[in-house]
């Protein structure tokens, strides 16, 4: 039921997630941040169980600040990717957290973003684009068509909200309301949150 | 029987003879300052001098602990790295259980209770470290505790531990008034350990913690400019006299 889509631009990385959280067939919150921030660059976001994703990015983000102040300087993403795909995985066979995550981040000294696809099952990936959860099986031929190295601010956001529509439109089960983000060498910023209606012809209404 | 072997035995007349020694290995170490001001807390070291193939980034006595508490100590060095380490996991931890960053007092009374643990256990001695801790508290009033190794804590207007800490105790206690702005807090730390420091201003670190800022460090330039204005003034008072 959740959807997380996130592909890397020139110089930025652009995540998205619906803002639904739900149990069953009842909807809990329809704005639910699921895009969290772990530092001041990095994004994890999460998909799957609600209780889990909190507990298990509660304790990603304690222990990136915890490095931070020990070292007093702060954890690449790439560093953080495989810390979280090792408590992932050391996790599985003991008491296993139902959380598939795309871990966004920019470093500085590299100058670049990059994005990591995690699941549950403590497989890591570097991605230059990449979806979590159902989007996945229709964002994935949208993203591979389009989506070039490099891709400017605004092409890259008509590419997200392309995916945005496609997932809407295709998706039975109701998500019409996204958060999109955006992490830049200035750090974690929120793009827009826009609620999505394909059948007016694909027009998206913005929200905020 | 020897009262000082192990820290478990009290003496006959009432005394932790190892507790003691701790802070006499406390009063061995390089001089420590905090000074609070109205809504500023600063802390000032002695630096060991370091020897001349050293490199002197790597001695560093003020040390944050959160991102919002920093804090500074005398004794030994290696001692301080515990507890320091210990502290910075603990405000961590309260994070992860309760959202909230944690208070100075909070962590102070931790690395307290930490030091009394060592004073009570089997085949440990006690930390031989004082510690000044600074940050500001949930109301938004700046703090300023002192840890010790026998555990005990206490909040002060303005304090000292180390070698020095008798002369620089005593021109704080002259000099301080309430409700000092930022300019003269810095000032007043800088004073107070000039008069004590002997290589000068060299081997001072300065430290200011405001409140929702990171904290900084004084530059060498400010450092030496504020000193400089301090002799000139000390020069003409001796010319007047």
């Known amino acids: 039921m959740d959807s997380l889509v996130g592909f890397v631009g020139k110089n930025y990385v652009l995540i998205a997630g619906d803002t639904n959280a739900g149990r069953s067939i009842m909807r809990l919150k329809d704005d639910f941040d699921k895009l969290v921030p772990i530092d001041s660059h990095k994004i994890l976001a999460k998909s799957g169980e609600i209780g889990d994703g909190n507990q298990f990015c509660n304790l990603i983000i304690r222990n990136v600040s915890l490095y931070r102040i020990r070292n007093e300087t702060e954890l690449t993403t790439k560093s953080v990717a495989h810390y979280t795909r090792r408590q992932l995985a050391t996790a599985i066979r003991k008491n296993p957290y139902s959380v598939n995550l795309l871990l966004g981040g920019y470093d500085k000294k590299d100058q670049k973003g990059s994005l990591y696809y995690l699941d549950y099952l403590g497989s890591s990936k570097k991605i230059n684009y990449g979806a979590q959860g159902y989007a996945a099986l229709f964002v994935g031929s949208i993203l591979d068509r389009f989506w070039k190295e490099d891709l400017d601010f605004e092409d890259g956001l008509e590419l997200m909200k392309k995916c945005l529509r496609e997932v809407e439109k295709r998706l039975i089960i109701g998500t019409r309301c996204f958060l999109i983000k955006m992490i830049n060498s200035d750090g974690i910023s929120v793009v827009e949150k826009v609620m999505i209606n394909s059948k007016n012809k694909n027009e998206i209404e913005e929200e905020n | ?241």
């Open chain 2, 1 to 241: 029987m020897s009262y000082d072997r192990a820290i478990t035995v009290f003496s006959p007349d009432g005394h932790l003879i190892q507790v003691e020694y701790a802070l006499e290995a406390v009063k061995k170490g390089t001089t420590a300052v905090g000074v609070k001001g109205k809504d500023v807390l600063v802390l000032g070291v002695e630096k060991k001098s370091t020897a001349k193939l050293q490199d002197p980034r790597t001695v560093r006595k003020i040390v944050q602990i959160d991102d919002h508490i920093c804090m500074t100590f005398a004794g030994l060095t290696a001692d301080s790295r515990i507890l320091i380490n210990k502290a910075r996991f603990e405000c961590q931890s309260y994070k992860y259980y309760y959202e909230d960053p944690i208070g100075v007092e909070y962590i102070t009374r931790y690395i307290a209770k930490t030091q009394q643990k060592y004073t009570q256990s089997v085949g440990v001695r006690p930390f031989g470290v004082s510690t000044l801790i600074v940050g500001y508290d949930s109301k938004g009033f700046p703090k300023l505790y002192q840890t010790d190794p026998s555990g005990n804590f206490s909040s002060w207007k303005a304090s000292c531990i180390g070698r020095s800490e008798k002369p620089v105790k005593e021109f704080l206690e002259k000099n301080y008034v309430d409700e000092m702005d930022e300019e003269q807090t810095v000032r007043l730390t800088i004073q107070s350990l000039v008069e004590v420091v002997e290589s000068g201003e060299k081997n001072i670190d300065i430290a200011i913690m405001r409140k929702n800022k990171p904290i900084e460090f004084l530059g060498r330039t400010r450092i030496a400019e504020i000193v400089k204005e301090f002799e000139e003034e000390k020069k003409r008072k001796e010319e007047e006299d």
